[in-house]
T-cell receptor, first 112, second 113 residues
Framework: DAKTTQPPSMDCAEGRAANLPCNHS???????VYWYRQIHSQGPQYIIH???NNETNEMASLIITEDRKSSTLILPHATLRDTAVYYC?????????????FGKGTHLIIQP | DAGVTQSPTHLIKTRGQQVTLRCSPK?????VSWYQQALGQGPQFIFQ???????QRGNFPDRFSGHQFPNYSSELNVNALLLGDSALYLC????????????FGQGTRLTVV
């Protein structure tokens, strides 16, 4: 079973920031938070990951609460191409053969 | 860089038949994992290959088997196909079994009739 809880769907206006929440209240100390997205008919795409500090890359920012029980993925200026299913995943990093456990994710729809 | 390449892109098989799907990992990656994605669901982990050995398996029966070659490419074999095996099969490559920046292929759409 997925270790995360996400809203099934969200809407966001084009050009605005999209904030996608994720709850992971049972996260362990050695587990990272990963975000992937899947655009229709394509394979999942890695977005960003973090342990406890906030992270930013060219695609998005990841904000993790101090207790690490929840996080928010921020797409700063959403475009229509950001419409996709976004998966929040909690897993160990840097080794180990455990597969990523995908839940149902959040279907983000960017409105023109 | 071609990224992760999967073949074929689409496949139709008859119940009871066997199928082989292929995956070439991203350049520099040595680990290949396979996932099954049913319609409307998230991908489900099948197994991972690293150093030509199966390292971990998800909750899938022995009808699902695989292989990794010295060049790190991989095959997924499914025997005695069932209608329920119809799904998108995804291959993901990474480095040394890590999940940071794993790359997924576009998948093979398998339809069992």
């Amino acid at each position: 079973d997925a270790k995360t809880t996400q809203p099934p769907s969200m809407d966001c206006a084009e050009g605005r920031a999209a904030n996608l929440p994720c709850n992971h209240s049972t996260i362990s100390g050695n587990e990272y938070v990963y975000w992937y997205r899947q655009i229709h008919s394509q394979g999942p795409q890695y977005i960003i990951h973090g342990l406890k500090n906030n992270e930013t890359n060219e695609m998005a920012s990841l904000i993790i609460t101090e207790d690490r029980k929840s996080s928010t993925l921020i797409l700063p200026h959403a475009t229509l191409r950001d419409t996709a299913v976004y998966y929040c995943i909690v897993e160990r990093s840097g080794g180990g053969a455990d597969g990523l456990t995908f839940g149902k994710g959040t279907h983000l729809i960017i409105q023109p | 860089d071609a990224g992760v390449t999967q073949s074929p892109t689409h496949l139709i098989k008859t119940r009871g038949q066997q199928v082989t799907l292929r995956c070439s990992p991203k350049s520099g990656h040595d680990t290949v994992s396979w996932y099954q994605q049913a319609l409307g669901q998230g991908p489900q982990f099948i197994f991972q290959y690293y150093e030509e050995e199966e390292r971990q398996r998800g909750n899938f029966p022995d009808r699902f088997s695989g292989h990794q070659f010295p060049n790190y490419s991989s095959e997924l074999n499914v025997n005695a196909l069932l209608l329920g095996d119809s799904a998108l099969y995804l291959c993901a490559s990474s480095f040394r079994q890590g999940w940071a920046e794993a790359f997924f292929g576009q998948g093979t759409r398998l339809t069992v009739v």
